[in-house]
């Protein structure tokens, strides 16, 4: 093992001294005791020996503690995330996060377990630039806190590489700085942090166009400076006069946001609108703050001409972000357009230190969920006794929750909603790999078509050229996408096998010199029980019937007359038809416990539950002769059963339920609600709490904030059924749970 892969002796001083400076700074919140637990974990990590170092040649102790000492300097941090930070970079392998919580508690073990979590996702780097990437970091954050490290470290980083040999490494690191961290920084409020992180992003992507704007600016710093003061020192004196205490900070524009400010506008530094910006901040009790902003805002506009265009008014009704403040913009000397800010201690600690979620300010893309969640933290924080951070420590990141973010091998992301099936995903990368999906490895290991997905997943489609979608594939989907393929692949196999089964009838006709009468086909397929041709021919087309029976029966159709009309020559009664099931028949047929009475008080005759209406123990139910010999037993509320009544009456028996309920029935049932997150579990948690029901199948789609669910249970009788129904109807958010027909 090379040496390279340890902490050198720079770094150990380096790192020695980082940690006397934390020290330092923390000494309000780490104890004597802290210190020791933190070089006992550096001492176990040196002990294991491991390689170490990251992709930039950075020991991750050394590049802890620097992120520790920004978090420190760039925000109102605690102890548990500083030490987070360090016990982050000094994993001894598995086990070590349980180790962590058991030493340090929950908090940091949480901690601990976010940063480990997020890292192992970001260094799957071919989906960095996908918006789904970043909701995945949110996603995969348990506390906000996990993110401000990120950023922070990120910050570190961009700090660090500045003089990296690696060009292509610092441009695809500046590049992810700009993309994902200076955003997620901005919609925190870490604007200093934002500001930072998009000027070295600038350097290092275009070290010309940075270099040529620093120079300008440093060129024009002295001027600068003294327009500055001298704008400065008449407010002063007034507000002084008025006896107000404050603060005048006076700023120039970031090399990055005037690099934008030039590009857009086509100017110059000197030409940017509002290069310069001055910042009141006053001290005042919060019963005053209005009033005393006012009065500042009066006394700069009485000295300078106001824009009233370009007034900013977020101090009477403060943005929807929770932002705060009195923008101006006056003329002052030199004919120069200055912006001035007016805000107190209490909105400028916000702003600067990101606690304000500046989500929708300068008009960064916003998303609803997003935007209400950033609100609860600011309430949350803004409330808060003991400090920001001890509130954020039990905010948990829940914002994207409904949906799924999962990976191909290759560290392609897709998003999916949540309940998404290991074959959903198939059909949302490809329909023909869908199509032939037999199920897959999910992590490594080896799942079923059935399985469903959580965040993080890596998934590997495995395939086979036989394999077809079938009906039942339906229930096991959720996306709306793959329901529409599976059943345009289904009906588009439907008439494939029609084609092939008519072809086959019509040669089978040949080779027995038949005449192909298409009329009296249909007639047959009709006395068959077949609804249409294309159910018919697929069914032939498909093996399912055989098609030297149906040859047969056409035949004894024609010459009993069935072509003329005769349709009293094909009534027959019960006791002519031949009851035997078929083998795939058995499942859905009477059991040896038979609590079902058929005519003329007879028990013990086959039968077939009807799968159009599931009539279950306790409805009102009747028999029907279908054409295969086979006694169908249907609900008297049936969709079918007007239609078999008015035209094949003779086929109907008389049909009663005896003895008492035991077996286990099917039935579906058809719910409708809000999509809330949690509504599907409240429902199955009920279902399972039943011990007369069992669920056999749950198939949920959502549109417009509603859901509708279509849910299989097994289930004894009607009255235990229409018990769970209204059980279900008192789930919240529920809003309909009818029997399906």
């Not at 992709?55 to 995330?81: C, I, K, Q």
């Not at 620093?214 to 008025?242: Q, V």
Request: aromatic share 8%.
């Amino acid at each position: 093992m090379s040496d390279t892969q340890y902490i050198t002796l720079r770094e150990a001083l380096a790192a020695a001294r980082l940690g006397r400076r934390l020290t330092a700074l923390l000494d309000t919140h780490l104890e004597a005791d802290d210190c020791r637990g933190i070089r006992d974990a550096i001492r176990a990590h040196a002990a294991v020996g491991v390689p170490a170092r990251d992709r930039f040649g950075f020991h991750p102790l050394s590049a802890a503690l620097e992120t520790a000492e920004a978090l420190v300097e760039s925000l109102s941090t605690d102890r548990n995330m500083t030490i987070a930070v360090i016990l982050s970079a000094l994993s001894t392998g598995e086990g070590y996060e349980e180790a962590v919580e058991k030493r340090w508690g929950a908090d940091i073990g949480k901690l601990v377990r976010g940063l480990d979590k997020v890292s192992t996702i970001y260094s799957r780097s071919a989906s960095v630039e996908s918006d789904n990437f970043r909701k995945l970091l949110l996603t995969f954050a348990e506390d906000i806190r996990v993110i401000i490290i990120m950023i922070v470290d990120r910050l570190r980083l961009m700090r660090a590489i500045n003089h990296h040999p690696s060009e292509r490494l610092v441009r695809d690191t500046a590049a992810e700085a700009n993309y994902l961290y200076a955003p997620l920084a901005h919609r925190l409020g870490l604007y200093a942090i934002k500001s930072e992180l998009e000027d070295m992003s600038l350097k290092y992507s275009n070290r010309e166009v940075y270099t040529r704007i620093a120079h300008e600016l440093n060129e024009t710093k002295a001027r600068r400076d003294a327009y500055i003061a001298d704008f400065i020192a008449p407010i002063r004196e007034k507000l002084e006069a008025e006896g107000l205490k404050f603060e005048i900070k006076g700023r120039t524009k970031s090399i990055y946001s005037i690099w934008n400010k030039m590009k857009k506008q086509h100017n110059t530094v000197e030409d940017i609108y509002d290069l310069f910006a001055i910042r009141i901040v006053i001290d005042c009790p919060p019963e005053r703050e209005k009033p005393e902003c006012w009065l500042a805002y009066s006394i700069v506009t009485d000295m300078y001409r106001p824009n009233p265009g370009r007034l900013k008014d977020w101090l009477s009704i403060p943005k929807s972000n929770g932002y705060e403040s009195l923008h101006i913009t006056v003329y002052g000397p030199e004919e120069r357009w200055v912006e001035v800010q007016i805000r107190t201690r209490r909105m400028d600690t916000i702003a600067e230190k990101g606690l304000a979620a500046h989500w929708k300010y300068k008009g960064i893309k916003s998303e609803n969920d997003l935007d209400t969640w950033m609100n609860n933290v600011r309430d949350i924080l803004e409330a808060g006794q003991h400090g920001p951070m001890e509130l954020m420590r039990n905010f948990k990141m829940d914002i994207y929750s409904r949906e799924v973010f999962v990976f191909t091998p290759r560290g392609d992301l897709y998003k999916l909603p949540q309940g998404a099936t290991l074959l959903d995903f198939a059909f949302n990368i490809h329909t023909r790999l869908g199509c032939q999906c037999v199920g897959g490895r999910v992590n490594g290991r080896q799942r079923k078509i059935n399985y469903r997905l959580a965040s993080g997943d890596t998934v590997e489609i495995l395939t086979s050229p036989v394999q077809k979608p079938s009906r039942d594939w339906l229930n096991i989907v959720v996306t709306s996408k793959a329901r529409n393929k599976i059943r345009s692949v289904l009906k588009e196999n439907e008439n494939r096998s029609a084609e092939l089964g008519k072809e086959l009838l019509q040669r089978r006709f040949n080779n027995r010199k038949l005449d192909y009468d298409e009329s009296t086909v249909s007639k047959t397929l009709a006395k068959m029980g077949y609804k249409n041709s294309i159910e018919f021919f697929s069914a032939l087309g498909s093996g399912e019937i055989d098609v030297n029976s149906v040859v047969d029966t056409y035949i004894e159709f024609v010459t009993r007359g069935i072509t003329k009309g005769d349709d009293d020559a094909t009534r027959v009664s019960a006791s002519e038809f031949n009851f035997q099931q078929s083998a795939d028949e058995a499942e859905a047929a009477g059991t040896a416990e038979d609590v079902l009475v058929i005519g003329d008080n007879v028990k013990g005759l086959n039968y077939r539950l009807a799968r159009c209406c599931n009539p279950i123990y306790g409805d009102e139910v009747f028999g029907f002769v279908s054409a295969e010999g086979v006694i169908k037993i249907h609900r008297t509320d049936c969709p079918n059963a007007a239609h078999m009544k008015q035209k094949y009456g003779y086929r109907l028996i008389r049909t009663r339920w005896s003895g008492r309920a035991g077996a286990e029935f099917a039935a579906t049932l058809r719910v409708v609600g809000r999509d809330d997150i949690g509504i599907v579990t409240n429902i199955t948690s009920i279902i399972n709490k039943e011990k007369s029901v069992s669920l056999r199948g749950i198939s949920i789609d959502s549109n417009d904030g509603l859901f509708q669910g279509v849910i299989t249970v097994g289930i004894t009788d009607t009255a235990a059924l229409n018990q769970l129904i209204k059980k279900i109807k008192t789930v919240k958010g529920v809003k309909d749970v009818q029997r399906n027909k």
